[in-house]
């Protein structure tokens, strides 16, 4: 059984930062390729930051030089560094896991509200 676990949504300030976690079970993780996409509320969910099994990093332009995406395989799990954030930042933060042969899969999301 395969499970996307993401932890570290919060309520934070502009210009805040948090960190957001996605431990995954069931797959084998060195395999896949990791991501973090968000969903704002009236929007389509976006791709915000991806690594590759390989440990290449893709951004969306919105969060370049303000978020960071790592990777730990000993732990199964993936990072995203956020700081000076923005209200526009505010949406539910989604872990993917993606192997073109073995499936794809996403985690049930953690609320990150940027307000003062």
């Known amino acids: 059984q395969v499970q996307l676990v993401e932890s570290g949504g919060d309520l934070v300030q502009p210009g805040g930062s948090l960190r957001l976690s996605c431990a995954a079970s069931g797959i084998i993780f060195r395999l896949y390729n ?9 929007k389509q969910r976006e791709s915000v930051a991806t690594v590759g099994s390989n440990y290449q990093t893709t951004y969306v332009d919105s969060v370049k030089g303000r978020f960071t995406i790592s990777r730990d395989n000993a732990k199964n799990t993936v990072y995203l560094q956020m700081s ?3 209200s526009e930042d505010t949406a539910v933060y989604y872990c993917h896991a993606f192997n073109s042969g073995r499936g794809n899969y996403w985690g049930q999301g953690t609320q990150v509200t940027v307000s003062s």
């Open 84 to 86: 000076s954030l923005k």
């Open 34 to 42: 990791m991501g973090w996409y968000r969903q704002a509320p009236g």
